[in-house]
C-alpha cells in the first residue's frame, strides 16, 4: 500500500478497491486517509491557514493519481 508521506497520523484505516490490470479486474489494497486530519496537520504543522490548507489537499493530494494503490481520502458528513 501506498502511504503519503508526513500524514501518518491521518491514517484511519484500509480498504480493497477494484482496479483494472491488463485487461482484467483484481482487488487492491489502499490506506484510508481522514480528511481533517490532514487539514489539522498542514494547519499546525505547516502553518497554512485553513482555506490554503483546503485547496493544497484538493488539488495536491485529492487531484493526485500515483497508480492502482493511490490513497483515499475520506471526509466525515457535516451535521
Known amino acids: 500500500m501506498l502511504k503519503m508521506d508526513g500524514f501518518d497520523e491521518a491514517i484511519v484505516g484500509q480498504a480493497q478497491v477494484w482496479v ?16 481533517q486530519e490532514i487539514l489539522e496537520i498542514l494547519v499546525e504543522r505547516d502553518g497554512m491557514d485553513w482555506d490554503d490548507a483546503r485547496e493544497y489537499i484538493s488539488f495536491n493530494i485529492e487531484g493526485g493519481y500515483v497508480g492502482t494503490q493511490t490513497p483515499i481520502v475520506m471526509w466525515e458528513p457535516e451535521n
Open 20 to 35: 483494472h490490470v491488463d485487461g482484467g479486474m483484481t482487488r487492491e489494497d489502499v490506506l484510508i486517509y481522514s480528511g
